[in-house]
């Protein structure tokens, strides 16, 4: 099976050219002005955007799919979605929350289970980071292996695992 | 990550498509995990998957795609077709409808894809013979016919199931021994694999063929 880094190059690190963002931006500003767009054409856009890999694109992309969240069907779907947006952003608790909805509804998701191992992954990192602890590059291998060396300062730390 | 030498010579990337609900996510999971899961849920969007394999003795790894068959995914999913080195569509043979939605699947299949990819036809849930509602002459004709590999297989058991990924794979691989599949052009599906000089994960294949030679420089 895959390893985490995999894992995250496929799941997360799996950007969208520009073009076929601005293409579904064109389609939504004219569904939008005609007046016929549907939830559809909702997804669609939000699903480009939160493929996107600037920043800007990707709460864009929140605000669309999670107004859709909101109105009760597909709710799934929309929430993996959003844990998949948040983890871009570095947004880990939000994440976590999101896809900790989609395994209470399916508990052996397989891909919500993959996601939610990255997001796990990354809090625990980020708590580690907090403890001022890091253990070389590979933090997680190296927690694993319980080598860790203490560098002072949480700065330190954060550019290192960046 | 970086540890130790890459254990594959090749990487190529698969894509699995077809109607919801005919066993594509099983297939895969068949495939990795040797598991079948009777309750799986509708993909969302894709799942990934890998699994290393041999043919002709070199070692290669499969990155496989596999699409949410769901209608209102069909935008979603076609970004994915580009750049298969294999396309495993996949029909049930107890329901007609996702038999006769083939022609679909495979136009977008076409068009989407390199004229190199290899495309591999699959009537899934073989275990299931009683509820048969396609017969196998008339997919192998259909297949025959769109020169398509085919063979009917089950998620279930399992039988087949190596055999239509493996048979994938030697058939790419005959195309790159064939000389058909140019090494540096961009969306074959088919990688070399990442220079085992260890250092940065840049796995851009950087063109000459002895990168691929296994005891070079050792890391570690
Ligand atoms: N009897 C039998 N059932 C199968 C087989 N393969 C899959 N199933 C069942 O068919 C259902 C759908 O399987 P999935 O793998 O989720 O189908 P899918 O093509 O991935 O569907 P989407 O993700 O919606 O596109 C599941 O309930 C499986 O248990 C098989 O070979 N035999
Ligand atoms: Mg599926």
Redesign the interface.
């Known amino acids: 099976m895959a390893d985490n880094s995999e894992l995250e190059k496929a799941i997360i690190g799996d950007f969208i050219p520009l073009a076929m963002i601005q293409a579904a931006e064109k389609e939504y500003k004219k569904k939008n002005e005609e007046g016929s767009l549907t939830d559809q054409d909702r997804f669609s856009y939000a699903w480009h955007l939160i493929k996107s890999r600037y920043k800007d694109d990707i709460k864009k992309g929140i605000s669309i799919m999670g107004e859709l969240c909101q109105d009760g069907t597909d709710q799934r779907d929309y929430l993996y979605f959003l844990a998949l947006a948040y983890y871009k952003l570095e947004e880990y608790s939000e994440a976590e929350q999101c896809i900790n909805r989609v395994l209470h509804m399916e508990p052996n998701n397989s891909q919500a289970k993959d996601l939610k191992k990255l997001v796990s992954g990354k809090i625990q990192q980020d708590n580690l980071i907090a403890a001022g602890v890091v253990g070389g590059a590979a933090l997680v291998g190296a927690a694993a292996v319980g080598t860790l060396a203490v560098i002072g300062g949480a700065i330190v730390a954060k550019l290192i695992s960046k | 990550?970086a540890?130790g030498p890459y254990n594959y010579s090749y990487i190529f990337k698969y894509i699995i498509i077809g109607d919801m609900g005919v066993g594509k996510?099983c297939l895969l999971?068949q495939f990795?995990?040797k598991k079948f899961?009777a309750?799986c849920?509708h993909?969302?969007?894709v799942?990934?998957?890998?699994r290393i394999v041999e043919v002709s003795g070199q070692k290669i790894k499969l990155?496989i795609w596999d699409t949410a068959g769901q209608e209102?995914f069909r935008?979603?999913t076609r970004?994915y077709y580009r750049g298969a080195a294999g396309a495993l569509m996949v029909y049930d043979i107890t329901r007609r409808s996702t038999y006769n939605h083939l022609s679909s699947w495979l136009t977008d299949a076409r068009n989407l894809t390199n004229p190199n990819t290899v495309i591999f036809l699959i009537g899934n849930k073989s275990d299931l013979d009683g509820q048969r509602d396609v017969t196998y002459e008339e997919a192998k004709t259909f297949a025959d016919e769109n020169g398509l590999l085919f063979l009917e297989a089950s998620a279930k058991t399992g039988d087949n199931v190596e055999d239509v990924f493996i048979e994938t794979a030697k058939k790419i691989y005959q195309n790159i021994q064939d000389g058909n599949v140019d090494l540096n052009a961009a969306d074959t599906g088919v990688q070399l694999k990442p220079s085992a000089s260890g250092g940065s994960?840049d796995r851009k294949p950087t063109g000459n063929q002895s990168s691929q030679q296994s005891g070079g420089k050792g890391c570690c």
């Open positions: 990550m540890s996510s999971h990795t995990e899961m309750d849920p993909t969302i969007g799942e990934f998957g890998t990155q209102r935008a979603v970004s994960g």
